[in-house]
Structure formats: C-alpha cells, structure tokens
C-alpha cells in the first residue's frame, strides 16, 4: 500500500473498539439492513453478515415476509423482522405477500403505516443501511423514504446502496445536507445521480479524477459519497480520499453489500469512540472521522475481494468474500487488542 494510505490506516486504526472485559453486549454495534425482498436474498444478507462478520456486536436485517423465511435459513446469528411489504407482483399474488386481498390491512399497504412498525427499532439501533435487496417496487421504496426521514431526526448515520440510490435521484433533498449519510455508488448508480443532480461526465482540466465525486457530494450538501471503481473515491466536497489497495479481478454480484456492512460497522464503532466507550490519548474531530470510516470499510472489503480473488480466480462469488472478512481485517489493523499504547 502507500505511505499516504497507510498514515489513514493508522487513523482509522483509532477508531476501533478494544475487546474489553467491561463492555456489554451491543455496545461494539447494532446494525440494521432495510431490503430484501421476494426476488433479493441475497443481498441484505451479504450485507448484514460482512458487518457482524467484521465485529458488530448486533446485526438486524428488516425485510419482506417471503425474504425473512429465506434469509432466516442462511445464518441463526442474524436478527430477522418480516415488518417491509411489496406490491403484489402479479394478479395472481396476494397484497402484501402473505394476506389475502379481501382481508388485506392497510398496514399491508400504506407505506406510513408499514414504517410506523420499523420506525420504534431505530432507538434499538446505531447504523442503518438501506437498499441491498430493495428493489424498485413503489410501496417498498415510499416506505423506506420514510423512514430516512425518520432516522434523520434521530440523527442516525445511514448508509445508501443499490435501489435505495433510485430514490435519492428522484429526490435528492431526501438526503441533502445531512452529513451522516454515506452513499456507494457503482459506475452505472454513479451516473444516474451524477445525471439528476446535473454534474457533467467531462473531467476537470487538469485531469482530476476525484473531481466528479466531489462535486456530486457537494452538489449533496457534504453528505459522504464513495465512488466505487479501480480505486475507491470518497468525498464528502472538503476532504477527499482515495483508497488504493489492490481488489480482486472478478466483479460478481454483491460484493458491494460487503462494503455497505463493513462500512456501518466502522460508522458504529465511530460513534461510540466519540461516545468515550474507551479511553484514547488524543481524540479526533467527527468531521475527520467519518471519512475515516468510510474508508476502513472500503479497505476491508477490498482485502476481502483480493484474498477471495487469490482463492477462487474466475469462480468467484460474494459469500466468498463473507468469509474472509475477518482475515483481511488482521491483514490490514493487525492485533488490536494487543497495541494498548493507543488508549
């Protein structure tokens, strides 16, 4: 890596959590992923599973009634509530999924009364992610708006993937100005916002090539944007950063919700190092830390993709990143616990 990345690792380093015996349980995160549904499973789970893998102590996902059946049968560590609702796919499919038509509650389809069911757990929670295994169906996506809404008041740091991205390009004051949210565009969800918000495909002059994402986050009112690519550019339109540790050559499908996990987990431990969980020397700002979460979740899930990429070459799969969550992190911080010259 280089010397420019290393000095952030340091900082990042900061950041997490010594195992220590006096800490109770949800102390070191709790973190819930809004998606999945009838056609995505895989996702939420993915995404959930890369957060507790990392060192979330708790980790929720609140989807759909048919994705909760699946998704309970993938892992018994995940925390699973059946309370999202879709639109019936069909004639033939009954609203709200499991509830027949004639007897259909408004809670199976009216947006606000489904989110005045999700909404309670926000107290319960640190982090939210919002989008893998969304989908574009209208009651899901009304529902989730209102419950950023909700999270915002609560000023709780939210991270944006997949579908829930759609959303911000239909409305961008969704999020605007509020600097606990994180979005994590691909290349093609890169270009839909960049399109809403009227940010030109043309480079800078000078070739920067941090400077579209800078002006996206701006253009966003300094929420935290990471453009996924070759190298990973994080911006929040002040501070930039480029993470350039190697990643894997594969680009199979939901490698990206284990960044959205591995980022809430650092945006977890983030809020409790500024909570005074534990004792530290010198104590950073919030607005330095945030970007710094930001980035250790994208080394993270770069190290994964190039240790699972080392393994499994052209057959490589997202669970297989799942799996080496934990080896890429004493890859990168090491031991933590036994540097205590830190606190």
């Not at 027949?100 to 929670?125: H, Q």
């Not at 911000?168 to 290349?187: F, H, K, S």
């Not at 284990?258 to 431990?269: D, H, M, N, Q």
């Not at 799969?317 to 606190?343: C, K």
Request: overall charge neutral.
């Amino acid at each position: 890596m280089s010397s420019a990345t290393k000095e952030i690792l340091g900082r990042v380093r900061q950041l997490i959590p010594p195992m220590l015996e006096r800490f109770h349980k949800g102390q070191m995160g709790r973190v819930a992923v809004i998606g999945g549904s009838e056609d995505y499973t895989g996702a939420p789970y993915f995404s959930a599973m890369a957060s507790a893998r990392l060192g979330c102590d708790l980790s929720h996902v609140i989807c759909t009634p048919t994705a909760a059946t699946v998704i309970k049968t993938y892992s018994p560590n995940l925390m699973v509530h059946p309370l999202m609702r879709s639109l019936p796919s069909s004639p033939a499919k009954p609203a709200g999924e499991d509830s027949d038509p004639s007897t259909a509650s408004k809670y199976d389809t009216d947006p606000s009364e489904i989110a005045s069911r999700i909404i309670p757990l926000l107290s319960r929670l640190h982090v939210l992610v919002i989008g893998p295994g969304l989908g574009r169906d209208p009651l899901m996506q009304k529902t989730v708006a209102l419950v950023i809404q909700a999270a915002k008041k609560q000023n709780m740091p939210m991270v944006l993937d997949a579908d829930a991205l759609l959303l911000i390009c239909n409305d961008p004051d969704l999020v605007r100005g509020y600097q606990e949210a994180v979005l994590t565009p691909n290349v093609v969800e890169f270009e839909r916002l960049a399109k809403a918000l009227n940010i030109e495909k043309e480079v800078a002059k000078e070739g920067k090539e941090t400077d579209r994402v800078e002006r996206l986050a701006r253009e966003l009112g300094g929420v935290m944007v990471l453009q996924k690519g070759g190298k990973d550019h994080l911006s929040n339109g002040t501070v930039t950063y480029s993470v350039d540790l190697e990643g894997g050559k594969k680009r199979s499908g939901g490698q990206g919700d284990t960044l959205t996990g591995s980022i809430a987990t650092f945006l977890g431990w983030r809020k409790a190092y500024h909570e005074g969980l534990w004792d530290v020397k010198h104590k950073m700002k919030e607005e330095e830390t945030a970007g710094l979460a930001v980035f250790g979740g994208s080394a993270i899930t770069r190290e994964c993709s190039r240790l699972a990429f080392a393994k499994r070459g052209r057959s490589l799969q997202a669970s297989d990143l799942t799996d080496e969550v934990h080896t890429a992190f004493l890859n990168i911080f090491g031991e933590v616990d036994e540097d205590v010259s830190r606190l």
